[in-house]
Nanobody
Framework: QVQLVESGGGLVQAGGSLRLSCAASGRTFSLFRMAWFRQSPGKEREFVATISLRDGTTSYVDSVKDRFTIARDNVKNTVYLQMNSLRPEDTAVYYC?????????WGQGTQVTVSS
């Protein structure tokens, strides 16, 4: 099993920045990809960014390109999401996910609120 714990959410003004962290524990050696998703009230959960834990390849949804950066620290088993130039439409619960050889895992989510 793998456990994921997100942190770093909060309230920020438009144009501000936040850094989310996702710490993985348990059978982390089985993981090969991690990602961030978000969900706003009344909307479906949407993909934000992903990173390969093997070669660092990243991918982003168009709406966050050039504003968000996903990064990994394989020693700490932690993935980060640096969010800059935040907009009110970025307000959501942000979830960390991990793909592994034995299954897919989700964190509990962290709230990000961007005020205008």
């Amino acid at each position: 099993q793998v456990q994921l714990v997100e942190s770093g959410g909060g309230l920020v003004q438009a144009g501000g920045s936040l850094r989310l962290s996702c710490a993985a524990s348990g059978r982390t050696f089985s993981l090969f990809r991690m990602a961030w998703f978000r969900q706003s009230p009344g909307k479906e959960r949407e993909f934000v960014a992903t990173i390969s834990l093997r070669d660092g390849t990243t991918s982003y949804v168009d709406s966050v390109k050039d504003r968000f950066t996903i990064a990994r620290d394989n020693v700490k088993n932690t993935v980060y999401l640096q969010m800059n130039s935040l907009r009110p439409e970025d307000t959501a619960v942000y979830y960390c996910s991990a793909n592994g050889q034995r299954g897919n895992y989700w964190g509990q989510g962290t709230q990000v609120t961007v005020s205008s």
